[in-house]
């Protein structure tokens, strides 16, 4: 009995090297085109990641940077009237907005608004014009 | 992406292992600085595990997060170590001698081997952005509220996904940033290759004295570089991180059923405790951990099941503050919504949920044949004669399959079968504890099923 688990054991070994070899090298090449990846990437593709699936105009997103001070409070009100958005803008860009302005905080009442293919008119209120993209993206910020 | 927040980051391990080494110090002791240096895996991630566990009891109970705080805390918990370290030492015993063994050429070959690894993964870390879901959608935007707020701010973790989640994760980046000088999202990945590096350094370190170098390399290699873990271990996420602690914890628990030194459970003790404030999918792993531990010591259940009932309060304890922080604030609670015993009103579950799980742990174009090595290995160390060893290690593997089928059949929101992509596969992430936590649990099965005993050896001077 000895033998034969003796001989398991080798068989495990045997399989782990194989594979762990045949596997590592795998490895390092998929590192190395991730590595490529990220180093043909710009600032902004590296900033943005995940939400360049979700966001349609990194300018938005950095001119609300820009305009929104720090200890401010904004709202996204999302729409379907942006040029080359995907199905991914409308439901989450709200949530990788979140990610991208804080220290900014969303607020449903926020005087700031970052209009992502809204309809203006529909907002509450008046509102004026800060910034746009010409394509449906737009940041008011409300008259009070 | 700066050198700065390179060096920031640097330092920031650094001081989690010199809180490490102070806390294995007080808890283990060395004798010479092979040993220390043997250890410096096992420190570091315990470093993490401890700081990581009481900065977010920190933040349950208000204490203001800032990077003064931060450094305080670490420096307290650093000289408690050393206070604890001079107290014991007449009750500890002394750690059994170990012999600086020469490093063999398997040592060296696969050593190697694992360097190429980790250099690899260091490049694709330096520079990558955040692409996953979870670790854009909530993961570090908390680690940012609480970098920017000081804080748990109630509005972010009212509002972001997930909020009943501990907090252990986004507390160690929000303090990475502190050392950065800045919420550098980019740069955030290098940590997790940090701590990928430590991982791998505590498994060597444990084992190394253990089992021989030929059944520890290779199968740490063979988790390395499964496809799953080469393609989200980077992730500034929860998954891995969760994994690690879980992995040594079984580990620790797996070397003090055969080997009784006392530091082995504290030191485990507080790797379960990190797992529960890291996910609440800890709970569940933990639970595995204490149970596979009684089953497999219930011969000596006198001695053992107090130890590891103690090890168990001890871990679901520190989660008492953030546990109270949440629930006080009505926010979503852990279990699933219909509640933990609802699976009887869908019996019809159970067995596609059961499936669902087995495929996703054996699934080979994510784990390779990491999780049939763990059986076949079982086998073995039976059919050797060995019992305590595959006994803990069959009951875990059994047990958290069969967590993870409860979770599938629990949650009635999950559709079955469960296809979702593995991208975002709750199931699949789960199913990455079984695989982490074999490389270190198939090398001591295999070396016990060699010699045909559980008796771990540790090479005498």
Known sequence: MQRVVRGGVVACIGFAVALGLVYLVRAVDRLGEAVDANAAANY????????NSVVVDKRALY????????????????????????ELTEPFIEHFARYFLM?????????????????????????????????????????? | MTVR????????????????????????????????????????????????VVLSIELALGVPFSFAGV???????????????????????????????????????????????LEALFRAARLSGLSAFDAWAFWVPKAKAIYFFGGLDEQFFRELPN????????????????????????????????????????????????VPAVMLWPCLLLVLVAPRVVGRNLDPQADFILDYFFALAALLVALWLVGREPWLLATATVF?????????????????????GAVASRRSWRFAWPRLGLAAAVAIAALVPWHIWFSTRDLAGDLPAAGALALFDDLDRGWPAFESA?????????????????????????????RTLPTYALTLYVLVIVGLTWVLWSFTELELPFVQDEAVNPLVRLSASLVIAAGAILPLLLDAAWRGSDDVVLEEP
């Open chain 1, 63 to 86: 001119q609300a940077r820009a305009f929104i001070p720090k200890d401010g409070r904004y709202r996204v009100v999302a729409g379907r009237r942006v040029e080359g958005a995907t």
């Open chain 2, 358 to 386: 087995i495929s996703a742990v054996f699934d080979y174009d994510l784990w390779l044949i990491i999780v049939p090595l763990v059986g076949v290995a079982v086998v073995l160390a039976f059919l050797a004669g060995a």
């Open chain 2, 5 to 52: 927040a390179l060096c920031g980051l640097a330092a920031f391990n650094l001081v989690l292992l010199a809180v490490g080494a102070a806390s294995l110090a007080a808890l283990r002791g060395w004798r010479s600085w092979y040993e220390l240096a043997r250890s410096a895996g096992l420190a570091y991630m315990l470093g993490v595990a401890l700081v990581g």
């Open chain 2, 71 to 117: 450094v305080l805390t670490c420096a307290l918990l650093a000289l408690a170590a050393a206070a604890l370290r001079r107290s014991l030492a007449r009750w500890r015993p002394e750690p059994p001698p170990e012999r600086a063994r020469g490093i063999g050429l398997v040592s060296v070959a696969f050593g190697l081997l694992v360097v190429v690894y």
């Open chain 1, 44 to 51: 902004d593709d590296r900033e943005f990641a995940g939400g």
């Open chain 2, 163 to 210: 909020p009943s989640y501990p907090p252990l994760v986004p507390a160690l980046e929000a303090a990475a940033f502190h050392f950065m000088g800045s919420a550098d999202a980019v740069t955030l990945h290098v940590q997790f290759w940090f701590l990928a590096c430590g991982f791998v350094a505590a498994v060597a370190g444990l084992l190394a004295p253990r």
């Open chain 1, 103 to 144: 220290p900014r905080r969303p607020s449903v009442d926020a005087d700031w608004i970052l209009c992502y293919g809204c309809d203006p008119a529909g907002l509450d209120g008046a509102a004026t014009l800060v910034w746009e993209n010409g394509a449906g993206i737009s940041i008011l910020r409300a008259s009070r």
């Open chain 2, 272 to 292: 379960m405790a990190a797992a529960v404030m890291t996910k609440r999918d800890g709970q569940l792993l933990v639970a595995c951990v204490v149970v596979a």
